[in-house]
């Protein structure tokens, strides 16, 4: 995958970048809430379990621990009086709520992040007219049992048929094509799968 995003012409400081909020975006979905006994409120706390993830995805964002603690914990109410903003109140989150919010959290990293990737990969297709979106297939899975049926099997054979053809007109001969053409673009390697069928 590297090497791939190097071909598109993503910069060292930015691959770096997607793989600290990937990693982050993993971090925070180690972060666990329970009930705070100590909260009259009825908020959550952080599990002590989880301080460590905490620590790693507040240190991969770039924030204090205590600040992605609050954030996830408590939900900012403002008043308002006659138009004006007033007083700001922090409302504690049950445990769940404050799941809710992590994964929110997390979801919308995500999605920001893939958002920026296709952005970058349309960038880096020079096209003459508009092509605005990237197609994605998904087939039914190979799967593994300790039993596969006919049917299991004949599922399994057409991924792997489909992934030979893919192979073939997307890197085989796209890569031969260059090669006669004499462009000089970086060989991508790829595992033939032909020995499978």
């Known amino acids: 995958m590297d090497k791939a995003m190097q071909t598109l012409g ?18 925070l979905g180690n972060i666990t809430f329970e009930d705070n006994p100590e909260d009259t409120r009825g ?3 952080v599990s002590p379990s989880s301080a460590e993830s905490l620590a790693t995805a507040a240190k991969l964002l770039g924030v204090e ?3 992605l603690q609050q954030a996830l914990l408590a939900r900012v109410m403002q008043t308002t009086k006659g138009g004006y903003k007033g007083t700001v109140i922090l409302v504690p989150l049950k445990p769940q709520e404050a799941s809710n919010a992590r994964d929110a959290l997390a979801k919308a990293m995500y999605s920001r992040l893939f ?8 960038q880096s297709i020079p096209f003459q007219s508009s092509a605005h ?3 994605v297939l998904d087939i039914a899975g190979f799967e593994y049992f300790p039993v596969n049926s006919f049917e299991q099997f004949c599922i399994n054979y057409c991924n792997e048929k489909l992934q030979q053809f893919f192979n073939e007109r997307v890197l085989k ?12 673009v970086p060989h ?10």
């Open 133 to 135: 979106y990237i197609g």
């Open 43 to 45: 908020g959550g706390k």
């Open 115 to 122: 958002d920026y990737i296709v952005h970058r990969i349309n």
């Open 188 to 197: 991508i390697e790829y595992v033939d799968n032909q020995d499978c069928i």
């Open 10 to 27: 993503i910069s060292d400081q930015d691959r770096m970048c997607i793989y600290t909020v990937v990693a982050a975006v993993l971090h």
């Open 173 to 184: 001969d796209e890569q031969s094509l260059y090669a006669k053409e004499g462009l000089n």
């Open 65 to 67: 621990g205590e600040e």
